[in-house]
């Protein structure tokens, strides 16, 4: 049934990004369609990187097609040929003349999901730089703790286009009257894929998502999803941590039907900390998420602009804050 469920999903991902697709297409009036417009109509790539495969896109959806791991497009083989295609193109996916799978904006789409959910593991391989792990059974546990002070900013170079968000507000009785201590961090817990993951703390003065390797092992996840990453955390004495790699992972924030799920890019570090993720402001900004530290909590928007509310966990965020002391100096 699990499989099933699976499955079922990504053919419904499928659906979505044709249907997407759709959407996208520029609306024109009707003394302005011509036939220059319909022909220069390019849809636009969903993901602002992508995941580089060691084997080509048309071999890729025919093995994952035979596998029933995908289905076709319910049209697929009755498409009509558009008036003089080129004949010498052919998709595998949507089995039609016009462009080629490896120029399929649909199939790329669809793969870069499907690598991100950890399926495609075996065509990423020869491309991941994993690094050698330490001798001596790895790194000290005083090294460990000590670079779990590195954490929290990173260099990067990114430009994006603010959404649009419905107004969120706090009033006095969002605050949880069962927390007394009104300086401790936001701790809260989260889906991430199939697992509960608790000790989420988020932190909106840092600019990275984090994932401990610890939870990445607790997760059992294939090493061979780790997508290269150039660049190190940053830590306010300056220190150094070495990134592993990154990696996309379904996350859900909230509890059904109060909840909104989205894909977040982790980078993954092996080193101590009292938490097992810390969100940052990539994760606030896809999810439209607000955090109070006041009242201790976060409120974020669901599609139909409510706005859902989650409180600090206060024992959770208490034991973090005792952990944290612990560490040697």
Known sequence: MA???????????????QQARKTEKPHYRDDDKTQDNKKNFKPTLRYDSYTQFNTKYDDIIKKILNS???????????????KGADRSKYCSFHQKHRH???????????????????????????HIQRRAPPSGGGATSSARKRSYQAMLSIEA?????PPHFPQITFQPDD???NVTNLDDSVVISLQLRDLLVKKVLLDPGSSADVLFYFIFQKMKLSSNILQPFTGDLVGFSGERVSVMGSVWLQTTLGE????????????????FSPYNLILDRPF??????????????VKFPLQDNTIAIIHSDAREARECYNNSLKRPN
């Not at 499989?3 to 990004?17: A, V």
């Not at 059904?256 to 080193?271: A, E, F, G, H, W």
């Open 3 to 17: 499989e099933f469920r699976e499955m079922e999903k990504i053919q419904i991902d499928i659906e979505e990004l």
């Open 68 to 82: 029933k791991l995908i289905k076709p497009p319910r049209k697929a083989g009755s498409y009509p040929d558009s």
């Open 100 to 126: 080629t799978t490896d120029e399929c904006v649909i199939v790329k789409d669809l793969l870069e999901r499907l690598a991100r959910q950890g399926h495609l593991d075996k065509y990423i391989g020869n």
């Open 157 to 161: 170079d990114q430009t994006q286009t």
């Open 175 to 177: 605050h949880n009257i």
């Open 256 to 271: 059904d039907p109060l909840s909104k799920t989205s894909d977040i890019q982790y980078l993954v570090v092996d080193c």
């Open 284 to 297: 606030l900004n896809r999810f439209g998420a607000i955090v109070f530290t006041i009242h201790l909590c």
